[in-house]
C-alpha cells in the first residue's frame, strides 16, 4: 500500500515538471515578466504607429513605381518585352502553371475545331494596310507627328528593320510550323510586320483620335488570328510577332532624330563650297555572320 501511495504523487510531480518545460504551466510572475519579449514587433506597437508606418511604405512604394514608369526604356520597351516573354511562356519553354497540355496546342485544338474552314489570303495583305494607310493619311494633308517624307523614310526604316529581326529569329530558333511544313515558325512575320505597321500609325496619328489606334490594331490582330486559323503558326509565334513588330518601332523612333541630325551634318559637310579645309569624315563598315545570320556595322565620324 504505501508503493501505491506513492505513484499518484509521482505522477502529478512528472506531469507539472512537464509544464514547466513545454510552457503549458505559466507562473504569474515569469510570464508577465516574459509577455512583452515574445510578443510580435507589431503586436507591441499602437494601431495609429503601424497604420502611419503602412501608409509611409505605400508612398516610398508608389514613388519608385512611378519614378521606374517614367523612364524612356521602360515606358517603351514594357510593351514588346511583355509580349515577347509570354511568346515565350505559351511556347512552353517556361513552365509558369500546371498544365496538362502546352498552351500552344490548347489553342491549335480549338481552332482546328472551330476555325478549319478558313481559306484566304487576306492576311498577306492585311499586314500592310495600317503602314500604307498612315501614308496615304499623310499624303492627303492629315498631320501627323512628322512630315510625309519623314514618315515614308521612318516606315521603310521599320520596315526593313523588322524584317531582320523576325528573319534571324527565325534561323535561330528554328520551330516547327503547326502544320509541319517548315521550321520558320517563331515569330511570325506576317504578325510582326502588321504590329509594326498599326504601332507606325499609333504613333502617327494616335494623337489625333483614339480610333486610328483602335482600326490600326484590330487589323494587325486579325492578321494574326487569321495566321492561327490557316495553321500556318502557333499562338505563341502570333504573340511573339506582336512584340518584334512593336520593338522594330519602337527602336527606329528612339534612333531617328539621331539619324536625321547625323544626315543634316553630313549634308553639310559634303555640300559644295561647306566643307572646311581642316574637316574630315570617317566612315567604318564592319560586316559579321553568326549562325546562318548575315549583318554589318556602320560608324561614322564627322569633325
Known amino acids: 500500500m504505501p508503493a501505491l501511495t506513492r505513484w499518484p504523487r509521482l505522477l502529478t510531480k512528472t506531469a507539472i515538471t512537464a509544464c ?18 515574445h510578443r510580435p514587433l507589431f503586436a507591441r506597437l499602437p494601431l495609429d504607429t503601424l497604420l502611419r508606418r503602412g501608409h509611409g511604405l505605400y508612398r516610398t512604394v508608389r514613388v519608385q513605381a512611378d519614378s521606374l514608369r517614367r523612364q ?35 489553342v491549335r485544338s480549338g481552332a482546328r475545331r472551330h ?18 494607310t498612315a501614308l496615304g493619311l499623310g499624303l492627303v494633308g492629315v498631320r501627323g507627328r512628322h512630315s510625309l517624307p519623314n514618315q515614308a523614310i521612318m516606315y521603310g526604316l521599320i520596315y526593313y528593320l523588322n524584317d531582320g529581326l523576325t528573319s534571324n529569329l527565325k534561323r535561330l530558333t528554328r520551330v516547327q510550323r503547326p502544320n509541319g511544313q517548315s521550321f520558320n515558325s517563331f515569330p511570325s512575320s506576317h504578325t510582326s510586320t502588321a504590329f509594326a505597321a498599326a504601332h507606325f500609325m499609333h504613333k502617327e496619328y494616335g494623337h489625333r483620335s483614339i480610333w486610328y489606334s483602335v482600326g490600326a490594331y484590330s487589323v494587325a490582330v486579325a492578321t494574326g ?37 547625323t544626315a543634316t551634318r553630313l549634308w553639310q559637310h559634303w555640300r559644295p563650297g561647306t566643307a572646311s579645309p581642316t574637316s574630315r569624315t570617317q566612315i567604318m563598315v564592319m560586316p559579321f555572320y553568326a549562325h546562318g545570320a548575315v549583318g554589318a556595322a556602320l560608324s561614322l565620324t564627322v569633325r
Open 20 to 37: 514547466l518545460l513545454t510552457g503549458g504551466l505559466h507562473v504569474p510572475a515569469l510570464a508577465q515578466a516574459d509577455s512583452t519579449q
Open 72 to 106: 524612356p526604356a521602360v515606358r517603351h520597351l514594357a510593351l514588346p518585352a511583355l509580349l515577347l516573354g509570354t511568346g515565350v511562356v505559351l511556347r512552353g519553354e517556361v513552365e509558369l502553371f500546371d498544365m496538362e497540355a502546352e498552351p500552344d496546342y490548347l
Open 115 to 132: 476555325l478549319s474552314w478558313v481559306r484566304t489570303h487576306l492576311d498577306d495583305h492585311l499586314r500592310y494596310v495600317p503602314g500604307y
Open 225 to 261: 488570328g487569321l495566321r492561327i486559323a490557316k495553321d500556318n503558326h502557333w499562338s505563341s509565334d502570333v504573340v511573339a510577332g506582336a512584340g518584334v513588330g512593336i520593338l522594330s518601332t519602337e527602336l527606329v523612333y528612339w534612333a531617328y532624330p539621331t539619324l536625321q541630325r
